[in-house]
T-cell receptor
Framework: AQSVTQPDIHITVSEGASLELRCNYSYGATPYLFWYVQSPGQGLQLLLKYFSGDTLVQGIKGFEAEFKRSQSSFNLRKPSVHWSDAAEYFCAVGAPNDYKLSFGAGTTVTVRA | KAGVTQTPRYLIKTRGQQVTLSCSPISGHRSVSWYQQTPGQGLQFLFEYFSETQRNKGNFPGRFSGRQFSNSRSEMNVSTLELGDSALYLC????????????FGEGSRLTVL
C-alpha cells in the first residue's frame, strides 16, 4: 500500500521569501503524485501533478515540484511567496487503477509580512 | 463549467441518528470519490464509484455507505452516528480513467452532538 509523509507540520515564511515543502512517499513502482492546497473552510485545489516524464513539474500559482525517485520525494517549491499562499498543503500519492489517493498529514504555511 | 457541488454544507446531528450527504460531480465526470477529513486522522478515503459501481473502498465500518446514480450524482450515508463521525466530508470527481486528478467540492461539515 502507498503512503505519504510530510515531515513539517507548520512552516512560517516571510512574504517574498522562498518556500519548500517536503513530501516523501512509499510505493513500489512509479507513483502518481499530487500537491493540493486547502484554504480555511474550503475544499482542496490541485496545484500540480506528476504521472511520468519530466521530473520537474510546473503548476498553478507559481508552484513547481520535483520528483526524485532515488529519494522517494516530491518536494514543492515556490520562489517568492505571497500572503495569499497562507494555507494548508497536502501531498498525495496514487497507484494506477487504484482509484484512490493517500494523503499526507499536511503542512500549514503561515506568511508573515 | 460548474464545479463539484456538495449539499448540505453544514449540518448538526445527535448520536444515533443517520445522515445522508449529496454530491454532484463536474459535468461529464463519471467517477465520484468520498473522503473524510478530521484534525486527528487527516484525509481518509471512504469509497469511489464509477458508473454506479463501487471500485474501491477504504477501511471504514459498515455504517458508512454510498451509492451513485445513473446521472453520476452520488450520496453517502452514515447510520447510527457517533461523536467521532464529526468531520468534513469531501467529495471529489474525476473522469474515472485510472487514478487521475481529483476535483474536490467544498465539503459537508458534519457535527455530531
Amino acid at each position: 500500500a502507498q503512503s505519504v509523509t510530510q515531515p513539517d507540520i507548520h512552516i512560517t515564511v516571510s512574504e517574498g521569501a522562498s518556500l519548500e515543502l517536503r513530501c516523501n512517499y512509499s510505493y513500489g513502482a512509479t507513483p502518481y503524485l499530487f500537491w493540493y492546497v486547502q484554504s480555511p473552510g474550503q475544499g482542496l485545489q490541485l496545484l500540480l501533478k506528476y504521472f511520468s516524464g519530466d521530473t520537474l513539474v510546473q503548476g498553478i500559482k507559481g508552484f513547481e515540484a520535483e520528483f526524485k525517485r532515488s529519494q522517494s520525494s516530491f518536494n514543492l517549491r515556490k520562489p517568492s511567496v505571497h500572503w495569499s499562499d497562507a494555507a494548508e498543503y497536502f501531498c498525495a500519492v496514487g497507484a494506477p487503477n487504484d482509484y484512490k489517493l493517500s494523503f499526507g498529514a499536511g503542512t500549514t504555511v503561515t506568511v508573515r509580512a | 463549467k460548474a464545479g463539484v457541488t456538495q449539499t448540505p454544507r453544514y449540518l448538526i446531528k445527535t448520536r444515533g441518528q443517520q445522515v445522508t450527504l449529496s454530491c454532484s460531480p463536474i459535468s461529464g465526470h463519471r467517477s465520484v470519490s468520498w473522503y473524510q477529513q478530521t484534525p486527528g486522522q487527516g484525509l481518509q478515503f471512504l469509497f469511489e464509484y464509477f458508473s454506479e459501481t463501487q471500485r474501491n473502498k477504504g477501511n471504514f465500518p459498515g455504517r458508512f455507505s454510498g451509492r451513485q446514480f445513473s446521472n453520476s450524482r452520488s450520496e453517502m450515508n452514515v447510520s447510527t452516528l457517533e461523536l467521532g463521525d464529526s468531520a468534513l466530508y469531501l467529495c471529489a470527481s474525476s473522469s474515472g480513467q485510472g487514478t487521475g486528478e481529483l476535483f474536490f467540492g467544498e465539503g459537508s461539515r458534519l457535527t455530531v452532538l
